[in-house]
């Protein structure tokens, strides 16, 4: 059984601030995807990486694949409040038309 | 157009009592999943179904069922409620056909079994 791990689990840093968070699997990735859940909501999507070392941005996140496929990173450059939540990394097992996701990484920023 | 709605958005039950969460989505999409969700444990998929008349079981399936009353609906029983159950519930939706597997994700249910 694939297991996904996510580190750290917790994380608070102050507004302006760059951080990283990681996601690394026992084995190779078909695909991933990164969310993000706000406090009360539904996770919502931020990227799906597909190809071994594949860099995608979005505005000040920047998404790295890992190039044997078995992790991936998040990077975010000067944070805000408004990036404050869950960021949660998932494995796309398309043969089986589902999502497994891992246990999250809980962001702070506080301003 | 509202995406993926959940009913309740709260509920509390008492051991044993069994109770239906109720999902739908109008987004024509032929994937939809329920999950669970737990303090450091990410979310956790408790049953899916591919299409409309097909269920599979998720990784933590024990005390619950679903049905798969037509495309738009999804529905998640516990029959028998257990403290254990006592979680953040979410059902979502899928287009898998597209290629994409973006997952649409309804606002949640928070079931208290005391």
């Known amino acids: 059984t694939q297991l996904l791990e996510q580190s750290p689990q917790f994380l608070s840093i102050q507004e302006g601030e760059n951080l990283t968070v990681y996601c690394n699997s026992s084995s190779v990735f078909s695909s991933l995807q990164w969310y993000r859940q706000e406090p009360g909501e539904g996770p919502v999507l931020l990227v799906t990486v597909v190809t071994g070392g594949e860099v995608k941005k979005l505005k000040r996140l920047t998404f790295q694949f890992g190039d044997a496929r078995k992790d991936s990173s998040l990077h975010i450059t000067a944070a805000q409040p408004g990036d404050t939540g869950l960021y949660l990394c998932a494995e796309v097992k398309t043969s089986y038309d589902k999502v497994i996701f891992g246990p999250g990484t809980s962001l702070s920023v506080i301003p | 157009n509202a995406g993926v709605t959940q009913t309740p958005k709260f509920q509390v039950l008492k051991t044993g009592q069994s109770m239906t969460l109720q999902c739908a989505q109008d987004m024509n999409h032929n994937s939809m999943y329920w999950y669970r969700q737990d303090p450091g444990m990410g979310l956790r998929l408790i049953y899916y179904s591919a299409s409309e008349g097909t269920t599979d079981k998720g990784e933590v399936p024990n005390g619950y069922n679903v049905s798969r009353l037509n495309k738009r609906e999804f529905s998640l029983r516990l029959e028998s409620a257990a403290p254990s159950q006592t979680s953040v519930y979410f059902c979502?939706?899928?287009?898998?056909?597209?290629?994409?597997?973006?997952?649409?994700f309804g606002p949640g249910t928070r079931l208290t079994v005391t």
């Open positions: 979502a939706s899928s287009e898998s056909l597209a290629g994409s597997y973006e997952q649409y």
